[in-house]
Nanobody, 126 residues
Framework: QVQLLESGGGLVQPGGSLTLSCSASGLTYFNAYIMGWFRQAPGADREFVIALSRSGGGIDYSNSAKGRFTISRDNAKNTVTLHMNSLKPEDTAVYYC??????????????????WGQGTQVTVSL
């Protein structure tokens, strides 16, 4: 059974930083999956944030993530990490980790992803 477990969410002030982690279990070969992060604000659709290629050598950024967020993976530990800097109130959302069995980026559609985590709340506020 595949499970993606996000962690690291919380409350942060505007301009602050936060690191989210996603730990995968049950994937036969973690490095066979593109890993992505999406987010969903209240009343909004789930939207693409950032994705990382299987090797970790390629990154696809949404406009909102460019210059502020980055992503990394440790294929030996089956984890992917989202580093978020210069956070804004509009970054407030539930953040979801996804695993895609596709072979190349970009993968920005929800249906590109085969597995999802349960999400972790990020709140940016004073």
């Amino acid at each position: 059974q595949v499970q993606l477990l996000e962690s690291g969410g919380g409350l942060v002030q505007p301009g602050g930083s936060l690191t989210l982690s996603c730990s995968a279990s049950g994937l036969t070969y973690f490095n066979a999956y593109i890993m992505g992060w999406f987010r969903q604000a209240p009343g909004a659709d789930r939207e693409f944030v950032i994705a990382l290629s299987r090797s970790g050598g390629g990154i696809d950024y949404s406009n909102s993530a460019k210059g502020r967020f980055t992503i990394s993976r440790d294929n030996a530990k089956n984890t992917v990490t989202l580093h978020m800097n210069s956070l804004k109130p509009e970054d407030t959302a539930v953040y979801y980790c996804g695993a895609s069995g596709a072979t190349s980026l970009p993968r920005r559609r929800l249906d590109d992803y085969d597995y999802w985590g349960q999400g972790t709340q990020v709140t940016v506020s004073l």
